[in-house]
């Protein structure tokens, strides 16, 4: 059965507090002393290279691994994500970027995918209806609740997934490469869909390599490095700023060409004097 809808904190207050969180797998550190904080009605960004932590602390927020040290709030009280059904439970839901859709059904199928209504005797009308009730809510471009999976664009299977999600309702939603491989039309679509999802008051983490994606939807940007913290930006962050975080390295590519702009734009100037 879909959840019944709780109450949602209050816009600006602290959903998720990670304090110190870490997680070692026999002698490897993936993540050591994380601190996070995600607030309703906040889409944060969690940039990083590859192998900084990111999809590890995924997995800690989703239940598939438990942290080896460090505490955990949910909406002010230290919780156990044991386990994804107790990350479920609380209000934690995550969209990977397998989607984890079924091409064979249609919509209203995948969206109430072991959430079904009436199981013993499917309520396929009030299943439909909320649906479609949903859908519209999200503003989403999907011809018919009817139409099977595979014929779906990349954007309209995110937004189906991420609306998946949303029947749970819950207070978080984590979204894993949300617009790796879609077009610009479709990550647009997408971009707008996290928007719309924030609106409604919900806190949102968004894992990314874009930092384009990133700048547009989100109000702070959490850099991870080596599994450690290394830094809170906000969206009018230099790519420079974020470059050198990410990386650890002042000297990279994105500063040398600001630097050749520079003395381009030194020498301009000083042949108009």
Known sequence: ???????????????????????????VSALTDIDLEVHAGEVVALVGDNGAGKSTLVKVLAGVHQPSSGTIEFCGQQ?????????????????????????????????????????????????????????????????SVRQPIASLSGGQRQTVAIARSLLLNP????????????????????????????????????????????????DRIVVLRLGRNNGIFSPDASNQELVASITGATENSVSRRLDRKAGQHNDLSGGAA
């Open 1 to 27: 059965m879909v959840r019944e809808v709780s109450a949602m904190p209050e816009k600006g207050s602290a959903i998720l507090r990670l304090s110190r969180i870490s997680k070692n797998f026999g002698a």
């Open 79 to 143: 919780v156990s994500l044991d386990s994804p059904s107790r990350a479920l439970e609380l209000g934690i839901a995550t969209v990977f970027q397998d989607l984890a859709l079924c091409e064979n059904l249609d919509v209203v199928a995948n969206l109430f995918l072991g959430h079904e209504l009436s199981p013993w005797s499917l309520d396929e009308v009030a299943m439909e209806v909320r649906a479609w009730t949903l859908l519209k809510e999200l503003a989403a471009r999907i011809p």
């Open 171 to 218: 207070k978080i939603i984590m979204l894993d490469e949300p617009t790796a491989a879609l077009g610009v039309a479709q990550t647009a679509e997408v971009l707008n869909l996290i928007e719309r999802v924030r609106e409604r008051g919900l806190g949102v983490i968004i894992i990314s390599h874009n930092m384009e994606d990133v700048r547009a939807v989100a």
